[in-house]
C-alpha cells in the first residue's frame, strides 16, 4: 500500500525592485590590534587576524559576538544601515562587524556591492567573497561580485577597519562610519531580516542537530546507557557512550570519543557490569566496564565482521557472531548456483563463537559453510541452552529453508527443532525465550510461503511468532494484526517483560511507530497499545521489572530518550522534580535548547481514500514562510513511494 508525503515549497513575494538594499542589520565593534612587528599601514593584516568560528556564529540581537575580550562586542539592531561611531583622533582603530541574513527562495546568482569610506571585507556563509582595500576617486571603497546562493538562509557578514579621525574636531554629533551593501536579483528570490532562526532548507541546517540512539537498560533496572553522537556543524560525527543512574536520572558515565561503538549489553547479574564493542582498523574490539569499581577492561582484540554480542547468566561466557570475508574468486568465470549468490551486499560466512569474558579465550561453535547461513541466535536466560538458526538455500520459491536449532554449550549437542519455508527478506529475527526455556517468540514474515505456492503474499509484512523448541508447534500471536512489526538485527527487536508477563515490541501501523504488548499465553492475544506522547517510537529496551527506556521522535520533535516507569515509580520521581510527560520522564533531549532557533514546517494530515476503498495516509508540510492570505498559486512538490514501505511521522 503507497503512502503519499506531500511538501510544499514556495517563492515568496517581496518589493518589485531589482536591486534590494540591507537596510536593517546587526552591528558591533571592538578595539582592532595590529599583531606586533606588523606593518601598521595594512589592512589585511587586522582581516587575516581577526578569525572567527563561523560554524557556531549566529549573531541575534543584545547577545556578545565570538570575541578574546569579553568585555566587547554586543550584538546590536542598526535600522538605518550598518553605523559605527568614528573613532576620535588619536585613540587605535576599532573593527566593526555587521551581520544580515539573506533569505533566498530558490537557487540563484545574484550580484552584491558595497561602499563604504573604510576598508571593508564582506562574507556569506563564513567564506569572504571580496575585500575592499583600495578607494576610487572618490576616496570611498568599493566592491561588486556576483554569488551563487542555495535555497536557504545565509549569514551575509561584514568586518569594516574603523579608522580614527586624522585631526582633532570637536564634534556635536559624533561622525559616523556607514556601510551600504545591496544585492541584485530576480523578483522575490532574496530578501532580508536579522532573524538568525534556521529555515532546514539546507543539508547543513540538519548537521548542528545531536543524535540519542540505542537505549539499554541493565536488567534491574538501575542503569541506562545509551549511543549519544553530534555533527557540530559540519559532516563528520563524533559518537560518545553515556550511562544513566535511573535513581537519580543522573549522568554517571561517560566515555567519548568511541569509533563505531555498539552490541552494548549488560549483564543478567546486579553488578552494573556491561559490555561493548569499538571498531578498529582490524576489526572489533570487545570491552567490558563496571559501574560499581569503574573498571574498563579489553576483553578480546580485533574480532573480525562482529555482528552481534550477547551475555549469558552466571559464568562470564559471552556469545558473539561474526562473518569472515569470502574467499577470492580466483576464476574468470562466476558460478551462480543459488538466489544468494545474486546478493552482492550478503554473506554466507557468519558463524556462532563463545568467548570467556576474563581470559579472552573463544571457540567457534558453527562452521561457515557455503551451503547454508547462521542468522541469528539467543540464550535462553534460565537454561544452559541456546537457539540459533540457519538459512539453507533451495532451488523452488521461496528459496530459502530456515532451521531452528538448539544447542547445549556443556555438551555440545545440537538438535533441529523445525524447518520452514521463509522469504530471505523478513527471516526469523529478534529471539527471545519465554519463562520456563520450552518456549521462544521471534520476528518474522507474517505469512509463510510454501513450496509451489503461486499466491502473491506481502512478503515484508511481519508478525510475532511462538515457538515450542520441545514439539516444534508454531503459532501466530499477531495474526490478521493492520500493524508490521519491527526488526532489529543486532539487538532484537522484541523483549519479555517479567512485571506484566507479555511480549513487548515495536511496529508500524499506518504513519506511526507504537509500542505494543500481547500475552503469550492467551488462547486469543490481543496485541494492546502501550500509551507514549511521541508518534514515533524508534528503539527501545525494557529491565527485568518492566521499566521501558525508549527513543521517540515526531514531525517537529527530534529523538529523545524517555524511561517510562510503573505507578509507584513514578510517583517517586515526581517526588523528586523529574519531569514527567505522561507515564514518562525525559532523560535526555539533546536538542532541547536548539529547537526554538528553527523554524519548523507545520504539518498537517492529508489523507485520502484509495479506489479499493483503503485510507492512504498522508501530510501536507507547509514552509515556516508559507502565507495563504497571498492570492496566489504555490508550488507543489508530491513525494511518494510505490512499494510498502511507509512514510511516517518520525522527525
Not at 537519580?248 to 570519543?257: D, G, K, S, Y
Not at 533531549?589 to 485520502?608: H, K, Q, R, Y
Not at 514552509?623 to 511507509?646: A, Q, T
Request: aromatic share 12%; with cysteine; net charge negative.
Amino acid at each position: 500500500m503507497a503512502r503519499f508525503l506531500l511538501i510544499s515549497i514556495f517563492i515568496p513575494v517581496i518589493a518589485l525592485a531589482d536591486t534590494l538594499s540591507v537596510n536593517t542589520w546587526l552591528t558591533a565593534w571592538r578595539p582592532a590590534e595590529w599583531p606586533l612587528f606588523a606593518d601598521p599601514e595594512d589592512v589585511n593584516v587586522i582581516f587575516d587576524g581577526d578569525v572567527i568560528s563561523f560554524e557556531s556564529l549566529r549573531p541575534r540581537e543584545g547577545e556578545r559576538m565570538h570575541t578574546t575580550a569579553s568585555s566587547w562586542g554586543t550584538w546590536k539592531t542598526s535600522t538605518n544601515g550598518a553605523e559605527w561611531e568614528q573613532p576620535s583622533y588619536g585613540v587605535k582603530p576599532n573593527l566593526g562587524y555587521a551581520a544580515a541574513y539573506l533569505n533566498v527562495a530558490r537557487y540563484a546568482k545574484v550580484a552584491v556591492d558595497g561602499a563604504c569610506p573604510q576598508p571593508f571585507a564582506l562574507f556569506v556563509d563564513g567564506k569572504e567573497i571580496i575585500r575592499a582595500t583600495d578607494t576610487g576617486d572618490d576616496s570611498v571603497y568599493r566592491m561588486s561580485e556576483e554569488i551563487t546562493l542555495a535555497r536557504g538562509k545565509s549569514l551575509l557578514l561584514a568586518k569594516v577597519i574603523l579608522h580614527p579621525e586624522s585631526e582633532p574636531v570637536l564634534h556635536v554629533t559624533p561622525p559616523v562610519v556607514k556601510l551600504t551593501v545591496s544585492v541584485t536579483a530576480e523578483d522575490g528570490v532574496v530578501w532580508f531580516s536579522t532573524d538568525p532562526r534556521r529555515t532546514l532548507a539546507r543539508y547543513e541546517d540538519f548537521t548542528v542537530f545531536d543524535g540519542v540512539s540505542t537505549p539499554v537498560i541493565s536488567p534491574d533496572g538501575l542503569w541506562l546507557a545509551c549511543v549519544r553522537n553530534s555533527s557540530n556543524g559540519t559532516t563528520k560525527k563524533e559518537s560518545w557512550l553515556e550511562v544513566w543512574g535511573l535513581q537519580r536520572m543522573n549522568r554517571a558515565f561517560v566515555l567519548r570519543p568511541v569509533m563505531g561503538i555498539g552490541n552494548v549489553t549488560f549483564a543478567p547479574s546486579r553488578n552494573g557490569l556491561f559490555f561493548y564493542s569499538t571498531s578498529g582498523e582490524n576489526g572489533s574490539d570487545i570491552w567490558s566496564h563496571s559501574m560499581l569499581t569503574g573498571e574498563t577492561k579489553r576483553v578480546k582484540r580485533d574480532v573480525d565482521g562482529l555482528v552481534k554480542l550477547v551475555c549469558t547468566r552466571g559464568d562470564p561466557v559471552l556469545y558473539y557472531t561474526a562473518d569472515a570475508e569470502a574467499k577470492e574468486n580466483e576464476n574468470d568465470w562466476t558460478l551462480y548456483d543459488d538466489l544468494e549468490d545474486r546478493l552482492g551486499d550478503f554473506t554466507r560466512t557468519r558463524a556462532l563463537y563463545a568467548l570467556n569474558a576474563e581470559s579472552g579465550a573463544s571457540e567457534c561453535i558453527t562452521a561457515t559453510e557455503d551451503s547454508f547461513a547462521m542468522d541469528e541466535f539467543a540464550m535462553a536466560p534460565d537454561r544452559d541452552m541456546l537457539l540459533f538458526t540457519r538459512r539453507v538455500p533451495q532451488l523452488e520459491r521461496p528459496y530459502f529453508t530456515t532451521e531452528f536449532w538448539t544447542y547445549y554449550p556443556a555438551t555440545g549437542e545440537a538438535r533441529k527443532v523445525l524447518a520452514e519455508p521463509l522469504s530471505f527478506e523478513t527471516r526469523p529475527l529478534s529471539l527471545v525465550w519465554l519463562p520456563g526455556g520450552e518456549q521462544v517468540a521471534f520476528v518474522s514474515a507474517a505469512y509463510f510461503t510454501e513450496t509451489g505456492d503461486t499466491l502473491d503474499r506481502n512478503t515484508t509484512q511481519t508478525a510475532l511468532w511462538r515457538l515450542n523448541v520441545n514439539t516444534g508447534e508454531l503459532r501466530n500471536l499477531t495474526e490478521h494484526s493492520v500493524f508490521s512489526i519491527n526488526e532489529d538485527e543486532e539487538r532484537g527487536a522484541v523483549r519479555w517483560n517479567e512485571n506484566d508477563r507479555t511480549l513487548w515490541f515495536a511496529a508500524t501501523i499506518g504513519g506511526r511507530n507504537e509500542l505494543f504488548r500481547v500475552d503469550p499465553t492467551s488462547a486469543r492475544p490481543e496485541p494492546m497499545s502501550v500509551d507514549i506522547s511521541r508518534p514515533f517510537v524508534d528503539q527501545f529496551d525494557l529491565s527485568a521489572f518492566g521499566t521501558c527506556a525508549f527513543i521517540a521522535s515526531g514531525p517537529q520533535q527530534p529523538p529523545a530518550l524517555f524511561v517510562r516507569l510503573s505507578g509507584s515509580e513514578r510517583e517517586t520521581q515526581q517526588r523528586l522534580g523529574h519531569r514527567m510527560t505522561g507515564p514518562e520522564i525525559l532523560v535526555n533531549d539533546p536538542n532541547e535548547t536548539l529547537l526554538p532557533d528553527v523554524e519548523l514546517a507545520s504539518v498537517e494530515p492529508w489523507n485520502f481514500i484509495n479506489e479499493d476503498g483503503n485510507t492512504i495516509e498522508g501530510w501536507l508540510y507547509y514552509p515556516s514562510e508559507y502565507k495563504p492570505e497571498l492570492s496566489r498559486s504555490w508550488p507543489l512538490i508530491v513525494y511518494f513511494y510505490g512499494g510498502v514501505s511507509p512514510r511516517d511521522m518520525s522527525w
